[in-house]
């Protein structure tokens, strides 16, 4: 059976939306701001570790 | 302990508990997203596949529901194309659907016949055995084939009001909405950082006025640290914002935005103000001058991404431009439970570094000077 450009389309749209539920995004997204703040808190303590060895 | 003085650090730690296990668990109501054809030309029988995130017959929504049509296990009675401009629909003569996925074949008769019905988008709709609605507006197009001009019509001319205000009964599940999928959720996470970069560098350029009116170091030290803890956040929401973009609106950096470009430049405007700071070396002088920067800069980081993107026709982000906002039509009630504490949450947390970062900094000045 021979399908027309519009409908491997149809079917492609459907079957990706199927997929992707996006869901991973919101994971990529927590994950970023978990490591984007641990980071920033690493360098507070590096921080504090500098005021400890000069006192 | 001291409650008094340790609140805010309750209120992040609780706050962003719930928030993230809430919005990480609770379920996204059943939607429609997808069908084939989306395009269909009059005529005959024909045979229409609806996709349907989290469908309410699949078996996994049966748990405990022993009969048909009781609790979260509803079926499919009735797919129904509505068309908006000529009041009324069509109907389908029959429905398959399987508890294993939530895709339902709908095969209907569509013959225009010599009803006058225009070319135009229908909306879809799924009636449940417990008489709601999924709907899914101006989702298919359909023309009159060009056999079907006479004969008997398939068209029931008649408003279906039911499924036109099948308002949404209060339950305890996020939106489905096309597009937005399951990372409606990043709501609570990524709008916030942007809540929070704001929080902190209004709160920045209140003590930098209270530094110029009083003088006192501590409040310049202070404004400093929330700038830069401000910035933290700015940058989590640019990245976070990119991947959002990216799986949405399928690009990282859609530069058409102007609410994109303002924070570029807004950022950038942070960014000089901490190379501002690094280079003045006096500390009196340096408190003077990034209070006076910082007073100056904040309005204007305002004016470019709140007040500059809402005056703009074309930006992708709610609230600005065309696209709708927060207000009570747009932002579901359910999202309302999470999307408030996880402003607060956050605002709590970053201003619990910012804190952390100032006293580090005080530290550090007394031993500098003893």
Redesign the interface.
Known sequence: MKQTI??QF??N??E???K???????Y???A??FV??LL??VR?DR??SK?EK?? | MNWKKHWYKWVAALFLLYVVLGGLFLPLKPGITGLSPVKITSGGSQSLKINVYNAPWLKENAFNDKEIGQGNYQIPTKVMLVSKGTKGRFQTTAIKFSGDHGQLLASMNLNMGSSKVSNEYYSVFIELSNGKYLGLPEAIYMERGANDTAGKSNFIAEENTQARDDREIFEMSFPNRMVLNESVRNLFYHVPMWFAMLALLGMACWYAIKYLRFGQMEDDMFADSLVRVGILAGILGCITGATWARVTWQSWWPAADPKLNGVAIGMTMYFAYLLLRSTLTDPYQRARITAVYSVFIFPIFIALILIMPKLSPNSLHPGSGGTVGFNKYDLDSTMRLFFYPAVIGWIALYYWIANLRYRIATLKEKELNA
């Not at chain 1, 992707?20 to 919101?26: F, I």
């Open positions: 519009t409908e149809d079917a749209a459907a990706l939306l199927a992707h539920n996006l869901m991973n995004a919101v990529a997204v927590l970023i701001i984007g703040i920033y808190l507070l921080k504090v005021i000069q006192s």
